[in-house]
């Protein structure tokens, strides 16, 4: 269930009410009149099943509710209510599989912003991968990848392509470009430090890493291990029973890519530095296709939910 505390402006009160009644899955309605203060208007708080949550808050929208008023969402943990479970019964489909775009949205705007965080945790993620190429460890590589933060991007560049919307499309695009850049650009001073202290070498940096040469070597599973990561990925940010963003764990070989060929950069090893290149491109373009397409097979599913719902009215 999710509980919505509602800001209502006194001339829209009836109407929203109105829409709360209308969609099955609302319950537990509350009017507190003349609560609000800053925007003034009555508080009104409801419990929504999470299955008809994207037709409510679609609905309070058109109202203009959140240019005039406020409409907030939190997950309630614990409801013990048969009104509840009337409400999550009578809701269509199930809600682990609802998909509820407002809260999609949200997320990944937060997840995709270009903040000095975000470059930092890049940047350390990358860094990490670089000492995992070196020494050719697997364990490193995978901490890399559980803390690089770039699956908040892509997710949020995929969800901006299903909702055709120009402007997260393009903030995503910039925190992954900005991100790589910085971190590779630093990487490389890194590498080239660590060399100097005597913590590095290219003699290493050459020689056979049977753990770590998939990083510098695409080949088709390439593309197919990072089209099933994005799959993952993108099912873990909109699927209710998985907490916010356990895709960010699911960097595949992005990271560690970049981090490969920012140190072949930096010994002058241009065709390790290509190669890593391309898994990078093709890592990217494989969990941004496959986030594509499952958003919109989930969109394309949920819609038909509803249309037997409908259907049987």
């Given amino acids: 269930m999710l509980h919505l505390r509602l800001i209502v402006p006194a001339d829209l009160r009836e109407t929203v009410l109105d829409r709360l009644d209308e969609v099955v899955g609302v319950t537990h309605v509350i009017l507190l009149p003349g609560s609000a203060v800053r925007p003034a208007g009555d508080v009104v708080l409801c419990d929504v099943a999470r299955e008809a949550a994207d037709e409510v808050l679609g609905a309070l929208r058109g109202l203009g509710l959140a240019e005039r008023g406020a409409i907030d969402v939190e997950e309630v943990g614990l409801t013990i209510s048969a009104a509840a479970d009337e409400a999550e019964r009578s809701a269509p489909g199930e809600g682990a599989d609802a998909l509820v775009w407002e809260e999609v949205s949200e997320i990944t705007h937060e997840e995709s912003t270009l903040t000095v965080v975000f470059l930092a945790m890049l940047t350390v993620a990358t860094m990490l991968a670089a000492c995992g190429a070196v020494l050719d460890s697997a364990i490193l590589v995978v ?22 919307r120009g402007r997260p499309a393009v903030r995503s695009l910039l925190a992954l470009v900005v991100g790589f850049t910085v971190a590779m650009v630093l990487t490389v001073g890194f590498s080239l430090l660590m060399d100097r202290l005597g913590l590095f070498s290219e003699v290493r940096f050459d020689a056979a890493r049977p753990n770590t040469a998939f990083i510098w070597q695409p080949d088709a599973m390439s593309f197919v291990v990072a089209f099933l990561a994005g799959v993952a990925g993108l099912l873990s940010l909109t699927s209710a029973r998985a907490g916010a963003l356990v895709g960010v764990a699911i960097s595949v070989t992005t990271v560690p890519a970049a981090a490969n060929a920012a140190v072949a950069l930096g010994y002058g090893d241009y065709r390790q530095a290509w190669g890593s290149a391309v898994q990078l491109a093709l890592n990217l373009a494989g969990i941004v296709l496959a986030g594509v397409l499952t958003l919109l097979v989930q969109q394309g599913a949920w819609r038909l939910v509803l249309g037997r719902r409908f259907g049987r009215r």
């Fill in 143 to 164: 901490g890399a990848m559980a803390v690089g933060p770039e699956f908040g991007p892509l997710a949020g560049l995929c969800v901006a392509v299903v909702q055709r």
